[in-house]
């Protein structure tokens, strides 16, 4: 009895310890602890962020003219085929072929002795009407003759003024001048030959300045304006400046091409019509920077740009413009100036990275990337 006693007292000791421990929450806690406890090791022993290591430069602003290569040819300021503007026999040339010429130079004469007497004879006819009407208006003041008269008279004499006129201006015809200062570039008939008005005489062609005809793509004729200097090479070797004095407002529909003209001088007229000739005109200037073709790359959305890095040492993307392909890289507008420009490592590393930056200047780096 007093063994049972005993065991009794000692399960309920037991019950009263197991219930208080679970009262004050150790019970749920256990499993916390020994995690924390193995856990805690394992982040005491986790590696440290690796760091991508990459080399930049410092960006090198410049004002850049974009250069707009055109292929083009020569053409005559002004040309004109100069026509017959009666029809007659030729009597006399004024000008030969490869004749430099002044403004109303004589070119042709026609044979015209009728036209001539014409004019003579109206002009008798005007000199008496004349004498008449002013008989008849001395007569007309004495009341010596009627009104009507008088009117008659006048009319004489406007009418005899008209034909003096009409016989002038065939005379006038006969005659064939240079409507401007050029050179002759053929003469397409001989004295003594007939020739109906409207025939061609000779073709007649203003090379001072000389003008380069060419043709700038939609994509390009922005960057070109009126006044704007251009360089010229021609075929034979010579280069010389000129000014862009004319762009089209309208495309070509077939081509979708601007007609340009650039105007030389040509004082010499040693350059002719119809040569080949290269031509370069150049965009307004840019603030722009050189960089390697091989550091360009692309976005996730498909934007062109360059890796860069600021003074947090974090990656980011630069989207960009090329202006050109020149010599010395692509040229690009849109690189920050608070920035460098990560020229090796940059395919390695994503917007955000947290890198280790070897700084450059342009001449290692152009060294480094060969």
């Given amino acids: 009895m007093k063994y049972f006693t005993t065991h009794r007292m000692t399960a309920i000791v037991v ?7 679970v009262l004050t929450g150790k019970f749920s806690s256990v499993g916390s602890e020994a995690a924390a406890q193995d856990e805690a090791p394992a982040a005491a022993e986790a590696p440290a962020v690796v ?3 990459v080399a930049a430069v410092a960006p090198i602003y410049t004002q850049y003219a974009r250069e707009i290569r055109l292929s083009g040819v020569t053409e005559a300021d002004k040309q004109a085929v100069l026509a017959a503007r009666s029809s007659g026999i030729v ?3 004024g000008a030969q072929q490869g004749q430099d010429v002044s403004s109303d130079t004589l070119i042709l004469q026609l044979e015209g002795d009728e036209v001539i007497a014409g004019v003579e004879t109206a002009k008798a006819a005007l000199a008496q009407a004349k004498e008449k009407l002013s008989i ?3 007569l007309f ?3 010596s003759l009627a009104e009507f008269e008088l009117t008659s008279r006048r009319a004489a004499a406007s009418a005899a003024e008209g034909a003096l006129a009409q016989a002038e201006a ?3 015809r006969l005659q064939l001048k240079a409507p401007f200062a050029g050179t002759v570039d053929s003469v397409a008939v001989e004295i003594g030959e007939s020739v109906q008005s409207g025939a061609p005489i000779a073709t007649l062609l203003a090379l001072d300045p000389i003008v380069i005809k060419a043709e700038v793509s939609e994509r390009d004729v922005g960057f070109v304006s009126t006044g704007s200097r251009a360089m010229v090479r021609l075929v034979n070797g010579v280069e010389m400046e000129g000014i862009i004095r004319h762009v089209a407002m309208q495309a070509s529909p077939v081509t979708r091409t601007f007609a340009v003209e650039v105007a030389l001088p040509n004082a010499d007229r040693k350059i002719p019509s119809g040569m080949t000739a290269e031509v370069r005109l150049y965009a307004d200037k840019q603030e722009a920077v050189f960089v ?6 692309i976005s996730d959305t498909g934007d062109l740009g360059l890796r860069v890095v600021g003074g947090d040492n974090i990656a980011d993307f630069a989207k960009v413009s090329i202006l050109d392909d020149g010599e010395q890289g692509l040229v690009v507008t849109g690189v920050p100036k608070d920035k460098l420009v990560i020229v090796a490592g940059q395919d390695l590393v994503s917007n955000g990275d947290l890198v280790e930056v070897k700084e450059m200047t342009v001449v290692e780096a152009a060294k480094a990337l060969k």
């Fill in 91 to 93: 009597a006399k040339l």
């Fill in 15 to 21: 019950l009263i310890v197991a219930a208080a421990w």
């Fill in 292 to 297: 390697p073709r091989s550091i360009i790359t």
């Fill in 141 to 143: 003041k004495k009341g």
């Fill in 51 to 53: 760091r991508r290591t």
């Fill in 136 to 138: 008849g208006e001395t």
């Fill in 170 to 172: 065939a005379l006038d």
